[in-house]
């Protein structure tokens, strides 16, 4: 499975309903829900992948990680074209 | 920055065209607007005119040290001078824009400059937007399109609020404050009109007819508000300004997430900024409440902000206490 890590030193700040997150990669700025936030929050700790980050999700909110599923990784796509996180270049589950 | 002053007693509005219409054929009139100076050389013979109609509070100023950047408005050579007369804009020795005709160099002197403004001036954050003080404390006023921020800002300048500029929230991250970047207020069509008949006695200077933005006249700054273009304001409010034709006065406050892309996405340099105009964006949410203004009555509309902005500077006078 693909596996995904924080771009280091973005900022990530709460704007009313909102998240404002900086990418100093990009140097562009986006607004994200909170789901996106919280992924960005869960890797934080460690890379991860969408299964880890929606078991990780899921013990938090109370949602079933299944249904958190299509959600997450729906959402890499947006996060990384951000330049928030990145795609590892090798999975969890068979690092080489 | 500030140029070293030659001669603080006079203003342009004390000395002749002749003698501006000098300085700028010599080694130029230098403009300090506050947070930026300029130094301006021209051979247009109607320059000084013009300058001296809107700018006439301003020091003369026609030998100093520095200026941020050098500009001349120069006529136009070639064979065409003969069959249509026209000015060219020239920054620090370089040829900027298409010309304008000879007989609008301050239009042309009005748009370089806040070009070069929003070029050079890195060290600021540049929102996009009308900036007034009163009580130490500015007012912001974002450019969203159709907003009339131009309107309202002349409107306000006119009625007992400090202009710091119509056109750049001039944010000095370091400080933590906003700095004055003072030119003439430029109002296209009808809003001169509106202004006109809001404050009879406002100072234009002359109405140019066909500029590619339409009818334009500046409307002079007040003479407190040059006196104290070096004055600083803390950061107060944001009202998001939209005039619409025959709405009654409507004023509701605004979240963090409609303002900070109202302040961030619209500012002249915030992505050049990176990080720290991310930081600096994010601090003005954090201290400036926000409304969006809808009217149709300046009069009404100009009533709602001065109601409402004791409580802000009460607001802002609990968490400084604090």
Known sequence: MRCFARVEGILVEPVGHLWA????????TALLNDESASILEVLEIEPADTTAVCVLLSSDSGIAPDELFALVDGSWQQLTEAGLVRELPVTLNNPQ | MSAGESDITR??????PGAIADALASDGLWLDLGAVT??????????????KAVYGHYPFIDKADW?????????????????RPQVVFYC???????????????????????????QRLNDLLLLHAGAVERDGFALLLPA???????????????????LLSDEFGAFDPAAGVFRAML?????????????????PDA??????????????????????SVQRRHDTARPGAVVLPKWQAGSPTRWEPLAEHVLFPALSFNAFNYNLLGEAGFRAAIALVRQCPGWQLIYSDLDDALATINAAWPGIVERHAQVEAS
């Open chain 2, 38 to 51: 300029l130094n301006v050389r021209s051979d247009s013979p109607v320059l000084a005119v013009q300058l």
């Open chain 2, 183 to 199: 030119k003439p207020v430029a109002l296209k069509n009808a809003s001169i009109e509106v202004i006109k008949d809001f404050t």
């Open chain 2, 144 to 162: 969203i399109p159709g907003s009339g921020k131009s309107t309202l800002t002349a409107a306000l300048s006119q009625r007992g609020w400090r």
């Open chain 2, 92 to 118: 620090d020795g370089r040829l900027a824009f298409d010309p304008f005709p000879a007989d609008s160099p301050l239009p042309l002197l009005e748009w370089g400059a806040n070009w070069l403004v929003a």
């Open chain 1, 21 to 28: 997150a900086f990418s100093p990669a990009t140097g562009e």
């Open chain 2, 11 to 16: 203003s342009l509005a004390d000395v002749t």
């Open chain 2, 203 to 224: 100072v234009f200077g002359p109405v140019f007819p066909k500029t590619r933005k339409g009818r334009v006249a500046h409307l002079a700054a007040s003479k407190v």
């Open chain 2, 67 to 83: 200026a941020d950047a050098h500009i001349r408005i120069m006529q136009a050579r070639g064979l065409r001078r003969w069959m």
